[in-house]
């Protein structure tokens, strides 16, 4: 099994940077892909960016330019490195982790969840 513990979360005003984290533990070596999604309310949850163990990433149209995902030097890492930020990127931010190499685009094709962590951005 593995558990998934996002960071990073908190308030800032609408121009502003974050920089989540997640790292895995127990099972790591079963992990591959992962992505960061988001849920903001009302809405349903959507992903953010998705980074294969192999390299290759995908964002979502609404972030390029603006979101980093990035693994860290540990297997167990995954960052998402978040600029120019605007009021409508405000949601829960979930990392989720999967045992398959290629990249995942959608929920349920993710294995492994975080809690999440809120992401709340002013204007």
């Known amino acids: 099994q593995v558990q998934l513990v996002e960071s990073g979360g908190g308030l800032v005003q609408a121009g502003g940077s974050l920089r989540l984290s997640c790292a895995a533990s127990g099972s790591i070596d079963s992990i591959n892909s992962m992505g960061w999604f988001r849920q903001a309310p009302g809405k349903q949850r959507e992903l953010v960016a998705a980074?294969?163990?192999?390299?290759?990433?995908r964002y979502a149209d609404s972030v390029k330019g603006r979101l980093t995902i990035s693994r860290g030097n540990a297997k167990n890492t995954v960052n998402l490195q978040m600029n120019s930020l605007t009021p409508e990127d405000t949601a829960v931010y979930y990392c989720?982790?999967?045992?398959?190499?290629?990249?995942?685009?959608?929920?349920?094709?993710?294995?492994?969840w975080g809690q999440g962590t809120q992401v709340t951005v002013s204007s």
């Open positions: 980074i294969s163990s192999r390299g290759p990433t």
């Open positions: 989720a982790a999967r045992k398959r190499w290629q990249l995942g685009l959608i929920g349920d094709e993710y294995d492994y």
